[in-house]
């Protein structure tokens, strides 16, 4: 116990936040934003058109410009902000989806937040922390059965998961290969959804290949921040968690994903925060965020204040929130996670989603233990999008997406302000195609189902198609990469 | 070594002789993270080709769209970068 405070009281370092004020102040002003939110009522069309054509040109849009998104009640204007956010998804991104997995790896917390189900005062919980055997043994199942590239590897705040066991656990992730029908599985990126890191910390991170550093803010407004993380607790600091992804920046990590919880506060604010932090870090850093997050509240064990709270999404509302983050943040990468059921993750994927998980399992050991039952006690929250990556690959392809296991930046270093560059120019979405194609492939080849496999070749084949007239300069090499993977080759990327 | 701890612009300078020289087309340099790589510095590929990989040493390696031309010369050129990235910080 006593261990556990002074644990506590080290994590904190006020200078990390210090640094990063301007007169005292962090960037999210609570007057202004309402200010913005209520100034802009029935946005004049003409200028929203001209938003439209901002976002269009993948240039972020200024805090008004977004306020005036969030007033848009013209149903024919909401139905041509569909058609803006695919086309951008379209230029940036190409058609592709990038699947990856969460993979929980424990369930202690020191925080007390009222909203989650792994708050410390939960008693209904069983707690776990996977050992080292476990987290092979979980990783073994990703990635040689279901054949995940990309994890995002989720950690509780408490001594037992800090940096130490992150770093250890990392590595024995990137170690995993696995034998599988014609190749091999492994883990090529591994994102971390971990609390707030001081930046020594990070830079072992680094170190070790961290990928996507997510932290999220869960509510930008200070009040109900508050509120809802007692003040005692680590997460009671709303700077130290708001300044988490600027230590990550200048510890050298490359990629970073900022998101708020939806339902704990009005979600008209919760976008506007999301829209000034990533203008806050490119400000500062000139790179915005990887990629943007926006679960929404769900139902927790013991937890009764998801039940009561005023401010849940309602599904069109939901909707307009992925609509104008789209808009708002036009190179970030979206993940629409499995928290949401099928019929509305069906919807939204053609809004400018990005990335989704498949054969999602939130307990603590779940995927090497094969349990397949849902149990709050075990798990943050229970999943609505129960598909297996073989069947969410299948649904993908009848909408003409392909899925992509691309984690070719990180095979050459195209990451960071390279990728952002790439990005906001449109040239990444070439690779996206030419990356999904191998990866896809390489997938079919080692896991697919048979039902799956016949799909996806058809698919590539009308990939194939639109890369020979578009970008005809990688059409042969593509084709002898697909020969070569057919052959038994590995992780062939542009 | 960490980002900013060199003279990038020199490097950069280089890179674009190199680029110019052995028409790379876009040529970067990755420090090498774990089991990935991760951009330090240099310019952005132009086209897609799939990306050649020259090793520097065991911590960098720079990376090209097309690096027939400039394997030829790797050594003398891998020397000079080796000297930028270890000697030249600023």
Known sequence: ?494 | MEKGTFSSEKIVDFLREIKSKYKTGGVWISRKLGKRWSFLVGIEPEGTSPPCFLEINGDFALFCEDGELLKRDWDSVKRKLQEMLYADRT
């Open chain 1, 1 to 494: 116990m006593v261990q556990i405070e002074s644990w506590i009281k080290g994590r904190i370092k006020e200078d990390e936040i210090d640094k990063y004020l301007e007169d005292g102040r962090d960037f999210i002003n609570d007057e202004e934003i309402w200010e913005k939110i209520n100034r802009y009522k029935n946005p004049d069309k003409n200028w929203v058109r001209e938003i439209f054509d901002k976002a269009l040109r993948i240039e972020t849009l200024t805090p008004d410009e977004t306020a005036a998104l969030i007033n848009i009640e013209d149903e024919d204007l909401i139905e041509e902000m569909k058609q803006v956010a695919n086309k951008i998804k379209k230029k940036v991104y190409d058609n592709r989806i990038v699947t990856f997995a969460p993979l929980y790896l424990g369930n202690y917390c020191v925080n007390n937040c009222l909203y989650c189900g792994f708050r410390r005062d939960n008693r209904v919980i069983k707690r776990k922390v996977l050992t080292e055997e476990e987290i092979v043994k979980e990783v073994e199942v990703l990635a040689g059965e279901i054949g995940h590239k990309r994890l995002i590897t989720v950690y509780g705040e408490h001594p037992t998961m800090g940096v130490d066991y992150i770093e250890r656990s990392l590595r024995l992730i990137y170690d995993v290969k696995v034998k599988v029908r014609n190749g091999y599985g492994q883990i090529r990126r591994c994102n971390v959804n971990a609390p707030p890191l001081q930046i020594e910390e990070l830079k072992r991170l680094v170190e070790v290949g961290i990928g996507t550093y997510q932290v999220f803010q869960e509510t930008y407004h200070h009040e109900t921040y508050e509120m809802l993380h007692p003040k005692d607790t680590i997460k009671g600091n709303y700077r130290w968690r708001l300044y988490s992804m600027h230590r990550a920046l200048e510890a050298g990590v490359d990629d970073v994903g900022i998101g708020a919880l939806f339902g704990l506060y009005d979600w008209r604010f919760e976008v506007m925060g999301l829209l000034y932090h990533a203008r806050e870090l490119e400000k500062r850093f000139g790179i915005g965020p990887h990629t943007v997050s926006f679960p929404r509240l769900e139902p927790a064990a013991n937890t009764p204040f998801v039940q009561e709270t005023k401010y849940k999404v309602s599904d069109k509302d939901f909707e307009r929130v992925v609509l104008i983050l789209r808009l708002s943040i036009p190179y970030a990468g979206m993940i629409l996670t499995a928290r949401e059921p099928k019929e509305i993750r069906d919807r939204l994927v053609h809004y400018g989603i990005t990335q989704m998980d498949a054969s999602t399992k939130i307990g603590i050991g779940a995927y090497s233990d094969r349990y397949s039952e849902q149990e709050l006690e075990r798990q943050q929250f229970l999943i609505g999008d129960t598909r297996s990556l073989d069947e969410l690959i299948r649904d993908l392809a009848k909408f003409g997406y392909i899925t992509s296991f691309c984690t070719a930046g990180y095979r050459c270093g195209r990451t960071g302000d390279l990728i952002m560059k790439l990005l906001k120019t449109g040239k990444e979405g070439q690779f996206c195609k030419l990356n999904a194609v191998l990866t896809f492939k390489e997938w079919l080849l080692d896991f697919a189902s048979d039902e799956t496999r016949v799909i996806g070749e058809k698919l590539i084949e009308k990939e194939l198609l639109e890369i020979k007239e578009k970008l005809p300069r990688a059409y042969d090499k593509v084709l002898e990469y697909l020969k070569r993977l057919e052959n038994g080759e590995r992780d062939l990327f542009f």
